[in-house]
């Protein structure tokens, strides 16, 4: 098994262990997983997510001055995080413009952050053109219909736990948590573990 690149300041071997940890609870919570998903999900090199009720609860806070303000979950960001570290590229997609998306995706390093983007769909025919990627090589994380188009176009669609039931219907697998809530750590390590098996 490839543990990929060693974490900063744990040693390798902890590394190893760390990695296996998160594949046998990945497929702890999946075992229901149908073989072609784990396999759809082995395949992926770049995951894109919405924002707005995936990488948050769906709710907009706004101040009295009109600003806005979003809360993401900590162990989506270490999800994310962890799969830029095993080389897979990382994408955030959202209909709306919020300065919390840019700062939060500068946090990540998140190199692909598109916002204002109506035509989600074409934005990430463009990316995966851009990167040298395929369709099968991609993942899209959504939870409303905005993101219908995109999900039909990769290779593997998800959707949060409390998507619409349009979006949950027209997917391949779907999280356990909500979105906002863990959802996308728990994309982030099922495919970890799906490309480690």
């Known amino acids: 098994m490839d543990s990929g690149p060693p974490l900063r300041g744990v040693r390798n071997d902890e590394a190893c262990y760390s990695l296996r940890l998160t594949f046998t609870n990945a497929m702890a919570a999946h075992t ?3 073989a072609d998903i784990l396999a759809r999900a082995a395949k992926i090199k770049l995951v894109a997510f919405d924002v707005d009720g995936t990488l948050t609860d769906g709710r907009l806070w706004m101040t009295e001055d009109g600003r806005e303000i979003k809360a993401f979950h900590v162990h989506d960001g270490l999800g ?9 590229e990382v994408a955030l997609i959202s209909s709306r413009i919020s300065h919390a998306v840019e700062l939060r995706a500068e946090q990540l390093g998140i190199d692909h952050i598109y916002q204002g983007k109506h035509d989600k769909l ?7 053109r851009a990167s040298g ?11 409303d219909l905005p993101d219908l188009a995109p999900m039909s ?20 697998w779907h999280t356990r948590a909500n ?3 863990g959802a996308a750590r728990e994309v982030c390590d099922f495919i970890l573990a799906a490309r480690a098996s």
Do not use: F, M, N
């Open 32 to 34: 229901d997983t149908p």
């Open 153 to 172: 176009a990769c290779g593997l669609a998800v959707a949060v736990a409390d998507a619409r039931p349009e979006v949950l219907d027209a997917t391949h």
């Open 179 to 181: 979105g906002g809530q």
């Open 133 to 143: 990627l395929s369709p099968e090589q991609a993942c899209y994380v959504g939870d």
């Open 122 to 128: 074409g934005c990430l025919q463009d990316l995966l």
């Open 80 to 88: 994310i995080k962890r799969l830029r570290e095993h080389g897979i």
